[in-house]
């Protein structure tokens, strides 16, 4: 089956820290990996994105990769910010039933202190 | 741009009686729309899939008699609880994949607290 396990968090860390949410996955096929974030009292927001082995997707600081041999998608920051504090989801796509459909882990909350 | 809105944002109800939940794309025609269910320290589940003009499709255990989902425009897509029950609260979370994005999208709303007394 389809399944993404992240750390459990939550997470603190001071301003300027660098930052690691590790995030496997568990996959029939070839799924893209996604990171979304959820700042307090909004919806989920694509963070970033990879749809093959190897790529590196990265944005607003971040970065993940893509990694098949490890079935890893690990997010990190070299240096976090207080603006960075949310839940962060990381998540796989496959299709079933003529339609792609997102698998979520259970999320990781993110608190930057000043 | 890619606004998604869900009103309201949380509503308690008692047991029994049936709640609306909706779901909007402010600035773009949604093809998709998805709806799932969060429970607290877990991750999203999917629960149904809902094309314009068509049918929901439901995931495995959820009981399509019990939440109602109806895409009736581009821009629309409504779940409702029927009959709640205490079991029933929950976070219950749309997303929306616009039409002939041409890549894979979904946007999310920011969510519905159902609470049911």
């Known amino acids: 089956g389809n399944s993404v396990t992240q750390m459990e968090g939550p997470v603190t860390l001071s301003e300027e820290a660098f930052l690691t949410i590790n995030c496997t996955y568990t996959?029939?096929?070839?799924?893209?990996l996604f990171w979304y974030v959820q700042y307090p009292g909004e919806g989920l927001q694509l963070l970033l994105k990879?749809?093959?082995?190897?790529d590196k997707g990265s944005n607003k600081g971040f970065e993940a990769t893509y990694r098949k041999e490890t079935t890893s998608f690990h997010l990190e920051k070299g240096s976090v910010q207080v603006s960075d504090s949310a839940v962060y989801f990381c998540?796989?796509?496959?299709?079933?039933?003529?339609?792609?459909?997102?698998?979520f882990g259970k999320g990781t909350k993110l608190t930057v202190n000043p | 741009g890619a606004v998604v809105s869900q009103h309201p944002s949380w509503v308690i109800c008692k047991s029994g009686t049936s709640v609306k939940i909706e779901c909007r794309s402010l600035?773009?025609?949604?093809?998709?729309m998805f709806w799932y269910r969060q429970f607290p320290k877990q991750s999203l589940m999917l629960m149904a899939t809902?094309?314009?003009?068509?049918?929901?499709?439901?995931e495995q255990g959820v009981e399509k008699d019990k939440f109602l989902i109806n895409h009736a425009s581009l821009t629309l897509s409504t779940l409702t609880v029927t009959s709640a029950h205490p079991e029933d609260s929950s976070f219950y979370i749309c997303?929306?994949?616009?039409?002939?994005?041409?890549?894979?999208?979904?946007?999310f709303g920011p969510g519905t607290r159902l609470t049911v007394t």
């Open positions: 998540a796989l796509n496959f299709y079933q039933g003529g339609s792609e459909k997102l698998v």
């Open positions: 997303s929306a994949e616009p039409r002939d994005s041409g890549l894979y999208e979904q946007y």
């Open positions: 809902s094309n314009e003009g068509s049918k929901a499709t439901y």
């Open positions: 996959a029939t096929g070839y799924p893209s």
């Open positions: 600035d773009f025609q949604a093809t998709t």
């Open positions: 990879a749809t093959k082995a190897d």
